[in-house]
């Protein structure tokens, strides 16, 4: 579905993600790890469209993907990802009413009515409902998170792009993430990208791990080459010891910083 | 708690800490002026307190002998009005200018050096073209306001708008939010508080450019109603008409704050439930 076509892409003299070509079907998890400043966000903003290759391609089924984000690619971030101003409600009710056509995105009327059921049977999927009425500024980190999946996710995306979602979160927190997210993944049939700073949490989560790397070093010019996807692990069939191998190697490697 | 910068008043005593300088000047007031009439009982630089209840008795509750009007009320009513226009007018369209050169790169572009340049004019500099052109009437004095306090908002709004985080702007295009929409629906919203921070900083600016406006050219208001009565030095009409300015622009300032505190929940600290 998605094909990554020897991309490339550097800010000025700064090369940061160097020939990266591989392709990702529909339905995959893929979790991406690497060193700080490796382009694992940049990689994002590409697929995401805030941000355009220097060379290469990047294709979704077949067709160039466009520069600009749109309601086919969801979106969660780190922080600020929901609408301080709107309810957990309303949040979540802001998808339809967004993706109507129109001048003020304001429903109205029966598709109110449907947009609200809808999205309260978002709300009780990601345990929220209790919280319906409440202002963002006073859930916790984790509600917060929990609101902006169960946001993307109403807009029905085929690709969700996460970008350490739950790395501001408590471990007890990210566990219930996890599987809130795995079991959505799975029943939804979402194509899923996703950043963490966690290895444990990239190796566990997803269906596809990506590492970033730089192959290549000058030390007098760190700017000179970028970042490839050195691993290109499928999870699913990993045996237990296979995994606790590559956890060593990587471990060893500089990547880990 | 050794040092000073340690050291927190509680609340009652710090209530009572702030009343002392004003309770000092109160009473050098009241022994100057005791002082000053017991030499001269005809003096007018500083009236006793009976003096000035005795003015505010004959401006506010006794009909003026020349035109029969409640004088006090009517330059209250007239200087609110043209206040109230000129920032009214000066926050909505320093709410649009701000808004739509904040969020639209191409408009802040077009529209950027134009309002840098008009920030920049001295707005009373500019008042003798406005009565040649508008005239000396009510039209003068709103637009004098108007000009003068509508950069600012302008500027503050658009910088507002610039700090909304770019997340909030992705996100609503992933969930297909056209240009209109998201300016609707997640800019406007979030820059209403902004926009009373805005206008309550202004308000200052807004009274010293009414108060200009009239004191050149007017028939009523508080504005000129000090200035034409300073030729006879009457201190025992113009302190009180001082002190009612300040309280309308306390009062002024304490309903929008309030206006913003019942209006925009999700903006407080706490984070109130709806
Ligand atoms: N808009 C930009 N303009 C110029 N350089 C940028 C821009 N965005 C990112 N970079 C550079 O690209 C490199 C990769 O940044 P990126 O944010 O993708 O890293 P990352 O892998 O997500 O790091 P982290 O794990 O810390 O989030 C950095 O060197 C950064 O300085
Ligand atoms: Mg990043």
Redesign the interface.
Known sequence: MIEIDRVWKSYGDNTVLEDISLTVKEGEFVTMVGASGCGKSTFLNLL?G?QTVSRGELRLDGKPIVA????D???V?Q?????????VLDNVM??P??????????LFGAARASAKREAEAMLERVGLVASA??????LSGGMRQRLAIA??LT?K?RILLLDEPFGALDPGIRNDMHVLLRDLWRSLGLTVFMVTHDLKEGFSLGSRLWVFDKRRHDPHAPNAYGAQVTYDLPLSKMSEESYMQTLQGLGSSSLLN | MERWINKRPSRAVSGMLGLIPLIILLLLYMAGSEARLAENPADKLLPSFEQFSQAIERMAFEPSKRTGEYLFWVDTQSSLIRLGLGVGIASLLGLVVGVLTGALPVVRALFNPLLTVVSLIPPLAILPILFIVLGLGELSKVVLITIGVMPFIARDIQRRTQEIPSEQIIKAQTLGANTSQILLRIILPQIMPRLIDATRLSLGAAWLFLIAAEAIVSTDGLGYRIFLVRRYLAMDVILPYVAWITLLAFLSDWVLAKISYLCFPWDRLDGAER
């Open positions: 995401l805030t600009e984000p749109g309601p690619r969801g979106i971030f922080q600020y990802s929901v609408f301080p101003h709107m309810t802001a998808a009413a967004l993706a109507q056509k129109g001048i003020t995105g304001h009425q409440q202002y963002p500024s006073s946001q993307a807009a995306p």
